[in-house]
C-alpha cells in the first residue's frame, strides 16, 4: 500500500495548493486524439462500427447490429436475474427520487402583467430527444439509471433512450435495466463510451438521434461529449467522481476516513480530500483507513488507495476552519459532505459545491442511491457555473408577451423611438404603420 498523502496548507507555497484543486479531467489529451477516430467510423459506418466496438473494445464478442437495442425479452429476464432486495432498493430510490424531482418540475407557463394589459411570462416544453448516459466499467450503475431516467420522464421528454456499454456476455447489466423499466424507459441500446455519444449525435440504422446527451461517464465518454459539442448538446459536465469531505473537531477522524473512500473508490482518476483543522482528525482518519480497507474488495482498495496516494487525493490540514472553508470554495467539489454536529454553521460560509450534505448521519452514499437529489453532479470545478441534473436539464424555456389593444399605443410610441435610434426601419415602420394602417383606434 502507497503512504496516503498529508498535505499541511501552511507549509505550501501558492503554486502547490494550486496543484491540489486540479483534476484528471483537466487533461483530456490522451483521450480527445483516440475518440476522434472512434466518432467518425459511427458517423459513417453507423451501426456496423456500433457494434464492433462493443466486441473490441467491451469484449461482447457476441453482439451483432441485430442485437444492439435491448428486447421486451431481456427487460423481462432481468426482473427474474436481480434479487428482490435489489429491486426493493430501486424502487425506495425511484420513490424518493421522483418525489424530489416533481417539486422541481416549473409550471407549464407563467404570466405576468407587466403593464396594464401587456402580458409577459415563460413557457416550458420538454425537450423533443434526449440520450441517457449510464455508465458501466469501472461499476454497474443502476442507480445512474434512476438519477437520469426520473426528471427525464417528470420533465415529458418524449423520446428517450438509455445508452450503456455491453458486458462480454454482451448483455447489458440486468439491474439497469430494472431501473429503467421502473423509472419508465423501455428504449436501452448495448453501447458505451465515444461511439455512444457519437450514435446518439448521428443517430444510425437503430439508433434515434438525440438532440442532448445526459448523464455521467468514463474520460472517453467526456472527451467524446467535447468534440461532439456542435452537434448535440452536451448537458452538464460529468466525469470521474469527486468529493470533499469536511470534518470539524467535533467528529471522529475514523468517520471521516470511512467517508474519504467512498468517492476515492470508483477509481484511480478519481479525486478525494479530507479537508480538517484538526491534528486529532487526521491522526484518526490516518489509524482508521488500515481497518476500513481490510473490509474492502481488492478492487477497491487499490483504486482508493491509488488516489488518496496520488495527486488528486488525500488529507489537507487547514490552518483553521475558516481556511478549510477557503480551500472548499476554490475547489468548488461535487461532493460536499460536512461532517460536524454543527453542520449548518459551516453552510451558509460555502458557496461552490454541486452537493452538500450535512451531518453525521448523511454520507455520500446515501445520496448516492437515492435520498432525493440528484447524484449526477458537475465535475472538474464545474460547480462553479453548473448544478446537480435537474428537471430543467430536460425543458427548454420559451418567452411569450402577449400586448393587448389597451395596451398597445404606450408600448409602440416607446420601441418606435429607439427603433429610429438603433436605425432599423422596418421595425419602426412594424408599430407606426400597423397603427396608422391596419388597427383599429376604437378597439378595445
Ligand atoms: N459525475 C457523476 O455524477 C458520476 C456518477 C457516476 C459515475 N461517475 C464516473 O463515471 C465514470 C464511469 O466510468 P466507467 O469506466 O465505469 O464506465 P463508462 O461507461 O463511462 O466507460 C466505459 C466505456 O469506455 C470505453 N473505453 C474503455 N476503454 C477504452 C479504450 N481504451 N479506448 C476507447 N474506449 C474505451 C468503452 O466503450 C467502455 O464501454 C467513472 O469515472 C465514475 O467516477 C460520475
Ligand atoms: N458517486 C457517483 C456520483 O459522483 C454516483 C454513484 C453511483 N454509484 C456509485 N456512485
Ligand atoms: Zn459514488
Not at 476522434?36 to 451501426?47: H, L, Y
Not at 467528529?251 to 467512498?262: E, P, Q, S, Y
Amino acid at each position: 500500500m502507497k503512504p496516503v498523502n498529508l498535505h499541511v496548507l501552511a507549509e505550501m507555497s501558492a503554486s502547490q495548493r494550486a496543484a491540489l484543486l486540479r483534476r484528471s479531467e483537466a487533461d483530456l489529451s490522451g483521450f480527445l486524439d483516440k475518440v476522434a477516430p472512434i466518432i467518425e467510423a459511427v458517423r459513417r459506418e453507423g451501426d456496423a462500427a456500433l457494434a464492433r466496438f462493443g466486441r473490441d473494445l467491451d469484449g461482447a464478442k457476441g453482439l451483432t447490429e441485430a442485437g444492439l437495442q435491448v428486447t421486451p425479452a431481456e427487460f423481462d429476464e432481468a426482473f427474474t436475474l436481480v434479487a428482490p432486495e435489489i429491486i426493493e432498493a430501486i424502487r425506495f430510490g425511484i420513490a424518493n427520487i421522483r418525489a424530489f424531482h416533481q417539486v422541481q418540475a416549473p409550471e407549464a407557463m407563467w404570466l405576468k402583467e407587466i403593464r396594464p394589459g401587456a402580458f409577459a411570462g415563460d413557457r416550458f416544453t420538454p425537450i423533443r430527444s434526449v440520450a441517457l448516459y449510464v455508465p458501466r466499467g469501472k461499476g454497474s450503475f443502476p442507480s445512474v439509471t434512476m438519477m437520469t431516467a426520473v426528471p427525464a420522464v417528470v420533465a415529458g421528454v418524449p423520446e428517450l433512450a438509455i445508452f450503456t456499454p455491453p458486458a462480454p456476455d454482451g448483455r447489458v447489466d440486468a439491474a439497469t435495466l430494472v431501473a429503467a423499466r421502473l423509472a419508465g424507459v423501455e428504449t436501452v441500446y448495448k453501447a458505451g463510451g465515444a461511439q455512444a455519444v457519437a450514435a446518439a449525435a448521428y443517430g444510425t440504422q437503430t439508433v434515434r438521434r438525440a438532440l442532448k446527451i445526459v448523464g455521467p461517464g468514463s474520460p472517453w465518454v467526456v472527451a467524446a461529449k467535447r468534440l461532439l459539442a456542435g452537434v448535440i448538446d452536451p448537458g452538464l459536465p460529468a466525469g470521474p467522481s469527486e468529493a470533499i469531505i469536511l470534518a470539524d473537531a467535533t467528529v471522529h477522524g475514523g468517520l471521516a476516513a470511512l467517508d474519504l473512500l467512498i468517492e476515492a473508490e470508483h477509481g484511480p482518476d478519481s479525486s478525494a480530500w479530507l479537508v480538517t483543522h484538526s491534528r486529532r482528525v487526521v491522526d484518526e482518519a490516518l489509524a482508521a483507513l488500515p481497518g476500513h480497507w481490510a473490509q474492502m474488495t481488492p478492487q477497491r482498495v487499490a483504486f482508493s488507495n491509488a488516489v488518496l496516494s496520488g495527486p488528486s487525493g488525500g488529507i489537507v490540514l487547514t490552518g483553521s476552519v475558516q481556511e478549510s472553508h477557503d480551500f472548499i470554495n476554490a475547489y468548488a467539489p461535487e461532493h460536499l459532505e460536512i461532517l460536524s454536529t454543527a453542520p449548518f454553521e459551516h453552510l451558509g460560509r460555502i458557496t461552490e459545491a454541486a452537493e452538500v450534505l450535512l451531518g453525521v448521519h448523511t454520507p455520500v452514499s446515501i445520496a448516492n442511491f437515492g435520498l432525493g437529489p440528484n447524484a449526477v453532479l458537475p465535475t472538474s470545478g464545474g460547480a462553479r457555473t453548473w448544478g446537480p441534473l435537474s428537471v430543467s436539464d430536460f425543458v427548454k424555456r420559451s418567452s411569450v408577451g402577449y400586448v393587448t389593444a389597451a395596451a398597445y399605443p404606450a408600448f409602440a410610441d416607446q420601441a418606435g423611438k429607439l427603433a429610429v435610434y438603433e436605425g432599423f426601419s422596418s421595425h419602426a415602420l412594424a408599430v407606426s404603420a400597423r397603427r396608422d394602417a391596419y388597427l383599429d383606434p376604437k378597439a378595445p
